[in-house]
């Protein structure tokens, strides 16, 4: 699903995945860095809009509706200059027009709280 995007060229990997969550995990490195050498709060939020267009796509048929980005807000915690960081996003809401994300962005090595975000997702029909 995500060859030839933004998750590649980010190395976004997608490591886990449940009944009502997702994990995706990013690298902390030269793709992901601001100019001062730590993670982009902008890579932090297309990793945040990732985990949450990508369950929503999971929760629908891609025949019939496609998941777009609505709103999205991050609160941005920690700096992290290398590593890896894990996004879990958890559905908050799944309903008919739109779906609700909660992400939080954790250090991989320390577990410790790096962003946490809120995604809305609008379900539009294919046809539109």
């Not at 709060?41 to 985990?51: D, H, R």
């Not at 609700?100 to 954790?106: A, E, K």
């Amino acid at each position: 699903m995500g060859e030839h995007t933004l998750l590649s060229h980010l190395g976004m990997q997608c490591t886990e995945l449940g009944d009502d969550y997702l994990i995706l995990s990013m690298p902390v490195d030269a793709r992901t860095h601001q100019p001062m050498g730590v993670l982009h709060g902008g890579a932090t939020a297309a990793l945040i809009e990732s985990v949450g267009s990508i369950g929503s796509a999971l929760l629908l048929d891609l025949n019939a509706f496609r998941p777009v980005g609505l709103e999205l807000n991050v609160n941005h915690i920690r700096a992290v200059t290398k590593g890896r960081v894990e996004a879990k996003g958890t559905i908050v809401h799944a309903g008919k027009r739109t779906h609700i994300w909660q992400v939080d962005v954790r250090e991989e090595e320390s577990g410790k709280l790096v962003a946490t975000g809120r995604l809305t997702v609008m379900v539009l029909p294919l046809n539109s």
